[in-house]
C-alpha cells in the first residue's frame, strides 16, 4: 500500500457512473471496494480493474437494507484497517407524470436515491470519526437544482440528497470532506427503467446530447485526490449543450 492510496466504498458500482468512478479511481492507485445487485457485473468489472494492475474487493449490496449497507463498510474496514472514501452512487430515475400514479416506482426512488444516502452516511460515519478523516461523495443530479416534467419525484429526491449531503458538511469536523456531485444527461442505463411512454419521449429528445460516465469518474477523481486542506463541496458536470 502506498502512502496516497485509499480504500474506497463505491454503491452502484455494476454500470453507468459507480462503474466508470471504479475503473478511473483503481487506475489512480487507489483500492475500489464495489457493491451493487448485479453481482455478475461486479466480477466482470473487479476483473477488468485487476487486468489493468488495480485491485478491488466485491460485495452484494442492496443500498435500501440497512444492515446490508452496514456490513458493506464494517466489512471493508475490518478487512483493510480503515476506510477513506465512500461514494454513495447508487440510484433510480423511473420519470413519470404525477397523475400517472406510478407510486411503487416513487417509493422505489426515495427508497434508493433518499434512503439508500442516508444508510450510506450512516455506515461510514463512524468509522470516519474514528480514524478522524474521511470523505463523503454523493452523487446527485442537475435535478437538484431543477424540477422538470416527469421528473417531479426524481428532482426531489435529487434535491434531498444535496441538502442532505450539505447538512452533513456543516455538521461535520473539518477532518471529514463532503462532496456533491451533480451530474447532467450522462449515457446511461437509467432511462431504461423509464415505463410511462410520455415520459420515454421526453427523454429521448432530452438525451439527445450526452456525456460519458467517465466525465463524472473524472470529477470524483478530482475531489478525492485534493489534499486534506481542501474541499471539494459541489461540482456540476452536464454537456456543454445542455441547458
Known amino acids: 500500500m502506498t ?34 445487485r448485479r453481482t455478475d457485473r461486479l466480477d466482470d468489472l473487479a476483473a477488468r480493474i485487476k487486468e489493468g494492475g488495480g485491485t478491488a474487493d466485491v460485495h452484494r449490496l442492496d443500498v435500501t437494507d440497512r444492515r446490508d449497507v452496514a456490513a458493506f463498510a464494517d466489512t471493508a474496514a475490518k478487512q483493510h484497517g480503515r476506510i477513506d472514501v465512500i461514494v454513495n452512487n447508487a440510484g433510480v430515475m423511473p420519470l413519470s407524470r404525477l397523475d400517472s400514479l406510478l407510486v411503487e416506482q416513487w417509493d422505489q426512488m426515495i427508497d434508493v436515491n433518499v434512503r439508500g444516502l442516508l444508510y450510506g452516511i450512516a455506515a461510514a460515519l463512524p468509522h470516519f470519526r474514528r480514524q478522524g478523516s474521511g470523505h463523503f461523495v454523493t452523487v446527485a443530479s442537475v435535478g437538484a437544482h431543477e424540477v422538470v416534467p416527469t421528473g417531479a419525484v426524481y428532482c426531489a429526491t435529487k434535491h434531498a440528497a444535496w441538502a442532505i449531503t450539505e447538512g452533513l458538511r456543516q455538521e461535520l469536523d473539518p477532518s471529514i470532506r463532503v462532496t456533491t456531485v451533480s451530474p447532467g444527461v450522462v449515457e446511461s442505463e437509467l432511462a431504461d427503467t423509464i415505463t410511462e411512454p410520455g415520459a420515454q419521449e421526453a427523454m429521448r429528445t432530452y438525451r439527445a446530447d450526452t456525456i460519458p460516465p467517465s466525465a463524472i469518474a473524472d470529477a470524483i477523481a478530482y475531489a478525492v485526490c485534493r489534499p486534506p486542506e481542501v474541499d471539494v463541496n459541489e461540482l456540476v458536470i452536464r454537456p456543454a449543450r445542455q441547458r
Open 3 to 36: 502512502t496516497n492510496e485509499k480504500i474506497i466504498l463505491i454503491t452502484g458500482a455494476s454500470s453507468g457512473i459507480g462503474q466508470a468512478t471504479a475503473l478511473r479511481l483503481a487506475a489512480d492507485g487507489h483500492h475500489v471496494v464495489i457493491g451493487a
